[in-house]
């Protein structure tokens, strides 16, 4: 179950996906969200995951993974920005609380690039402390780079460096996600929406160096006719269809067919592709700025 706590942030990044969500639903209250918790332990649901908006913000986060941890949830993992971990008492006592795992947001391994991501002074900074903080921990760690115009070049490079976070964590993988045009991406499109094509060799070139370094690369939002003989390395061929999203005060009905139905879009082509059952086509909204052009059935 994916808790999404709330949308405000305290980084300002040019990629984010969220929009309009920020002024029209409230963040949940406490009691809200220890609601969406024991419901997921009544439905037998073993991973909650809290997204944002930024969690590590919200004061009452420590009762939240404490209350999660009282019912005996395998998996607590948080999608973060990484922040607030760069202070050891906050990061030693959220894994005290009970989390688990961590996603952390990393736009870049160059310093002047992550920055202008995610607008925010002193952030780089803060995600390297934070991964000294947390690097004796038992914590599952993943990394996620928003595939943008200003990182593509430089994937290989950023792949290299996540080999050493390998190096560091017990249990680390990492995770590229093309960029989505929606909320903020969106009224960014022209400086940040690449053509996919454009970025496929960087790609593929991390997934090689991913490989000859023994951690797992996964990618999301790129169809399979991009991405040919990597087939074990796309997320949406292992996500899980029984998700459930909770937001503001209610339930995100039919999530994983609405997360089709809205967020993703086909070429007319893809009617004579063998994969057009399996494969989740395009971010809806990538056609309006480049077509559908690219796509090759198989
Ligand atoms: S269904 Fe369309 S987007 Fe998906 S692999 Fe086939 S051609 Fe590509």
């Given at each position: 179950?994916?808790?999404?706590?709330?949308?405000?942030?305290?980084?300002?990044?040019?990629?984010?996906?969220?929009?309009?969500?920020?002024?029209?639903?409230?963040?949940?209250?406490?009691?809200?969200?220890?609601?969406?918790?024991?419901?997921?332990?009544?439905?037998?649901?073993?991973?909650?995951?809290?997204?944002?908006?930024?969690?590590?913000?919200?004061?009452?986060?420590?009762?939240?993974?404490?209350?999660?941890?009282?019912?005996?949830?395998?998996?607590?993992?948080?999608?973060?920005?990484?922040?607030?971990?760069?202070?050891?008492?906050?990061?030693?006592?959220?894994?005290?609380?009970?989390l688990t795992a961590i996603g952390f947001l990393f736009p870049s391994h160059k310093k002047?690039?992550?920055?202008?991501?995610?607008?925010?002074?002193?952030?780089?900074?803060?995600?390297?402390?934070?991964?000294?903080?947390?690097?004796?921990?038992?914590?599952?760690?993943?990394?996620?780079?928003?595939?943008?115009?200003?990182?593509?070049?430089?994937?290989?490079?950023?792949?290299?460096?996540?080999?050493?976070?390998?190096?560091?964590?017990?249990?680390?993988?990492?995770?590229?996600?093309?960029?989505?045009?929606?909320?903020?991406?969106?009224?960014?499109?022209?400086?940040?929406?690449?053509?996919?094509?454009?970025?496929?060799?960087?790609?593929?070139?991390?997934?090689?160096?991913?490989?000859?370094?023994?951690?797992?690369?996964?990618?999301?939002?790129?169809?399979?006719?991009?991405?040919?003989?990597?087939?074990?390395?796309?997320?949406?061929?292992?996500?899980?269809?029984?998700?459930?999203?909770?937001?503001?005060?209610?339930?995100?009905?039919?999530?994983?067919?609405?997360?089709?139905?809205?967020?993703?879009?086909?070429?007319?082509?893809?009617?004579?592709?063998?994969?057009?059952?399996?494969?989740?086509?395009?971010?809806?909204?990538?056609?309006?700025?480049?077509?559908?052009?690219?796509?090759?059935?198989?």
């Open positions: 179950m994916d808790i999404r706590l709330g949308f405000e942030c305290n980084n300002a990044c040019l990629f984010c996906a969220v929009g309009l969500e920020r002024e029209t639903i409230s963040s949940k209250t406490t009691g809200q969200v220890k609601e969406d918790i024991t419901e997921a332990k009544k439905l037998g649901i073993d991973q909650l995951d809290f997204t944002g908006g930024e969690p590590t913000i919200r004061k009452d986060i420590f009762e939240i993974i404490s209350y999660a941890k009282s019912l005996g949830f395998p998996i607590i993992q948080m999608q973060s920005n990484g922040r607030m971990f760069s202070y050891k008492n906050f990061s030693d006592r959220l894994i005290k609380s009970g002047q690039i992550y920055e202008l991501l995610t607008q925010a002074k002193g952030s780089y900074g803060q995600v390297l402390k934070a991964f000294e903080n947390i690097k004796d921990s038992d914590l599952h760690i993943s990394t996620i780079t928003v595939v943008n115009k200003y990182n593509f070049e430089d994937l290989p490079e950023t792949t290299r460096f996540l080999a050493g976070l390998n190096n560091k964590f017990k249990n680390y993988f990492a995770e590229f996600n093309f960029i989505m045009p929606s909320g903020d991406a969106w009224k960014n499109k022209e400086r940040l929406i690449p053509k996919i094509t454009k970025t496929i060799p960087y790609i593929k070139k991390s997934l090689n160096i991913s490989k000859k370094n023994n951690f797992e690369l996964n990618i999301e939002g790129i169809p399979l006719c991009f991405l040919q003989g990597f087939e074990d390395n796309i997320v949406e061929f292992g996500m899980a269809s029984d998700w459930q999203m909770r937001m503001g005060n209610g339930i995100v009905e039919d999530f994983n067919k609405r997360r089709l139905e809205k967020g993703r879009s086909k070429g007319p082509q893809c009617e004579e592709c063998n994969l057009n059952n399996k494969c989740n086509g395009l971010y809806k909204g990538y056609e309006l700025i480049h077509g559908f052009g690219e796509l090759k059935p198989i």
